[in-house]
């Protein structure tokens, strides 16, 4: 039981370039999330996808595409990298049942746009 | 829409002393409420939760009341130690997603 997964751990990028962050999850979870998280602005949600077959912007979605390709993976896709776009970013898988809910993280994606 | 907001860091403590960050909620509902935890270098863990008004979380030493009369949920730990050096994160939920705030950066000298 790997929990949340996220591939690469590191990326450089040129401003232009294009790349796709990879989330898969094994818990069977219905809910998953892409966050970034810069300097002190804390952790800012990019998209969300409630179920699979669903997804949702967040607060700061413009420049990303998100893609709910099963249950499992929810990847997070840059088509022209920008500066502004350095950040760690985080994937995150939630499990609600009833009033018991609890939220998952990987352990993150450094990404550096030049 | 769900907002939270929480004490601005850095803070910086003595081993031993006593920990209080603050964190407020604005929320149609009554939404769960979380502390999260990121050691450096890492993502975030759960710390605790409580799911409803006058529910305790507890864990490691940690606590947090849920207030619904003063829409709040204070982190406190009576004796902090050195490995307790971290960026702590408030959250609320709503259905569809999780809200976080801003994050406080707790840092313990020996």
């Known amino acids: 039981n790997a929990g949340v997964t996220q591939t690469p751990k590191f990326q450089v990028l040129k401003t232009g370039q294009s790349m796709t962050l990879q989330c898969a999850q094994d818990?069977?979870?219905?809910?998953m999330y892409w966050y970034r998280q810069d300097p002190g602005m804390g952790l800012r949600l990019i998209y969300y996808?409630?179920?699979?077959?669903?997804?949702d912007k967040g607060e700061v979605p413009n420049g990303y595409n998100v893609s709910r390709l099963n249950k499992r993976e929810f990847s997070l896709r840059l088509e022209s990298a920008a500066p502004s776009q350095t950040s760690v970013y985080f994937c995150?898988?939630?499990?609600?049942?009833?009033?018991?809910?609890?939220?998952?993280f990987g352990p993150g994606t450094r990404l550096l746009v030049l | 829409g769900n907002s939270v907001t929480q004490m601005e860091g850095p803070v910086t403590l003595s081993e031993e002393a006593f920990l209080t960050i603050n964190c407020t909620y604005t929320?149609?509902?009554?939404?769960?409420l979380f502390w999260y935890v990121q050691y450096p270098g890492e993502g975030l863990q759960l710390l605790l939760k409580?799911?409803?008004?006058?529910d305790k979380g507890s864990n490691k030493g940690f606590e947090a009341t849920y207030r619904k009369e003063t829409t709040s949920f204070h982190l406190e730990k009576g004796s902090v130690q050195v490995s307790d050096s971290a960026v702590y994160f408030c959250?609320?939920?709503?259905?569809?997603?999780?809200?976080f705030g801003s994050g406080t950066r707790l840092s313990i000298r020996p």
């Open positions: 995150a898988s939630r499990r609600l049942a009833g009033k018991e809910e609890t939220q998952y």
């Open positions: 818990m069977n979870h219905n809910s």
């Open positions: 996808s409630a179920s699979e077959g669903t997804t």
């Open positions: 929320a149609t509902g009554y939404p769960s």
């Open positions: 409580a799911t409803k008004a006058d």
């Open positions: 959250a609320s939920s709503s259905a569809s997603k999780i809200i």
